[in-house]
């Protein structure tokens, strides 16, 4: 009560306060903000680092260098750089899936026509597709983890 009577008393103290207090709650309500789009930029910056450095050179901590987030914060949304390269594969899927969903939508093409031209093109273009590691040659062992032993951690679905 002392410190509401002082404000009173001194408009600009008041002033003062209320900005403060606004300043707060913006901030608060970037973070909040921030916490919806970070995994989205986590996701985007381990896009970078896989494409770049390959599944097993990738570390976290770089892409949390390149995010520009905290050393821990990707554990935070992914347990493990295997649940992050999920992410980053599902992304890059979904956004090739949009576009084909797109073309099949408002194509005049009759479905052998679709299947032999945009559809293979599509199937081709897919990172991690079969077809188009086989042309590259090394890339396959590149982006996929345990790919030295045939395992394929990823497959499993």
């Known amino acids: 009560m002392a410190k509401a009577a002082k404000i009173g008393r001194n408009p600009r103290a008041g002033a003062m306060a209320e900005t403060k207090s606004a300043e707060r709650k913006q901030a608060k309500a970037k973070r909040r903000r921030d916490k919806k789009v970070r995994p989205q930029e986590i996701v985007a910056a381990a896009f ?12 976290l901590e770089d892409v949390a260098a390149r995010a520009k987030v905290s050393k821990g914060l990707p554990y935070l949304y992914f347990k493990t750089k295997v649940e992050l390269f999920k992410a980053v594969i599902r992304s ?38 079969r077809r188009r590691h086989r042309r590259s040659g090394n890339a396959a062992s590149r982006a996929r983890p345990n790919a030295s032993s045939g395992t394929g951690a990823l497959a499993e679905g």
């Open 92 to 129: 890059v899927i979904t956004s090739h899936f949009e576009v084909l969903r797109e073309r099949m939508e408002t194509t005049e093409l009759s479905t052998e026509e679709f299947l032999k031209g945009p559809f293979l093109s599509f199937i081709q273009e897919l990172p991690g597709s």
């Open 48 to 59: 970078e680092e896989f494409a770049e450095k390959g599944f097993a050179e990738t570390r």
